[in-house]
C-alpha cells in the first residue's frame, strides 16, 4: 500500500498561469474578450460557463454568456466569427451529440476556436503538428482539458525535462478511460506524441496509441488491442479517468503501488479509497482547463492582430 499520497488541486496548479495572464493583461492594457454559447441544460456545462465567468472576471478578460436554443446554434456562432470585438468563442458541449457537435465545432472560425475544436486544430494535434505557419511564430491552438492535464503532468513532474521536446514520456504507460472527441482521445494523441504508451479505454474496447516511426513521427500509430481494463491498468504509471457519469467507479484494486491518479470527470471516478495506492491524486481539472482557456484567448487575440510570438516551448 501506498504509504503516502499527496493530492494536488487544480487551484495550485493554475495560480502560476492565471498570475502571468493577468500580469500580462494589466501590462499591455488590453481587454480580451470571450463569447460562451450555452444552449444545452447540462449541469455540468453550467458549472463550467459558472467558473469561466468568475476566472474571467478576476484576471481582467471580458466574459459574455449569450445563452441561445440548440437549433438557432450554428446561425449565433456564424454571427459572432463577424464580431471584430469578439476574440475567441467557446461553445458548451454536449449540444445535440455526435456528428451534429462535430459540425458546429468546425463553425467556428479558427482565429477564434478558444477551444482548439476545430477540425484544422484537431487535425494538427493528431498529425503533431505544433505550429500554424512555417517560421513558427503562431502555435497551434490545443483543446483546453487535454492540455489542462499535460501542464498538471509537467507539474507533478511526470514529463521528464532532461528529454528533448517529443521524448519528454518515454518509459511512461498511461491509461486514459474515456475517449470522446473533445477531451480522451486528442489527449492519447498527445501523450503519444510526446512518447507514452498509451491505453485509450471506452465502451467499445482498448486502443493502443503509441508515437509513430520512421522519416515522419507526425502520425501516431493507433490500434485495436484484445484487452480488458484489468489488464491494462496495473501496468499503468498514471491513470486518468473521465467517465460522465455518478455510476462509475474505477476498482482501487486494479491500481498498482505509487500510480498518479488524475479524474477529469465532474463526477468522482475513482473509488473513494484510491488514496491507498496512489503517490499522487488530482481529483479535478476544472480550474487549469480555464487557465488554458484564457491563455488560448490571449493567443488567438495576438494573432487577431499580428502580435507574433517569440518562439518558445
Known sequence: MSTSCKTVLASTVSASFREQIKKDIKERQIRPKLVGFLANEDPAAKKYAEWTSKTCAETGVEFELRKVDKQDL?????????????????????????K?????QSCVSELKDVEGLCHKFV????????????????KCIIPCTPLAIVKILEYIGVYNSVLPYGNRLYGRTI????????????LAA?????GAKVFSVDVNGIQLFTRGTGIRLQAHKVEDIDAKLEDVVPQS???????????????????????IAINFSSFANFEDDVK??????????????????????????????????????
Open 74 to 98: 450554428e446561425e449565433k456562432i456564424t454571427e459572432a466569427n463577424e464580431e471584430k470585438e469578439v476574440n475567441g468563442i467557446m461553445v458548451y458541449y454536449p449540444v445535440f451529440g455526435g
Open 100 to 104: 451534429q457537435d462535430l459540425y458546429l
Open 123 to 138: 487535425y494538427n494535434v493528431y498529425h503533431n503538428i505544433r505550429y500554424l505557419d512555417e517560421g513558427e511564430t503562431m
Open 175 to 186: 491509461t486514459v478511460v474515456n475517449r470522446s472527441e473533445i477531451v480522451g482521445r486528442p
Open 190 to 194: 498527445m501523450l503519444a506524441n510526446d
Open 237 to 259: 504509471d498514471v491513470v486518468i479517468t473521465g467517465v460522465p457519469t455518478p455510476k462509475y467507479k474505477l476498482p482501487t484494486s486494479l491500481l498498482k503501488d505509487g500510480v
Open 276 to 313: 491507498s495506492r496512489a503517490s499522487i491524486f488530482v481529483p479535478s481539472v476544472g480550474k487549469v482547463t480555464v487557465a488554458m482557456l484564457e491563455r488560448n484567448l490571449l493567443r488567438l487575440h495576438d494573432y487577431q492582430n499580428n502580435v507574433l510570438e517569440k518562439k518558445q516551448n
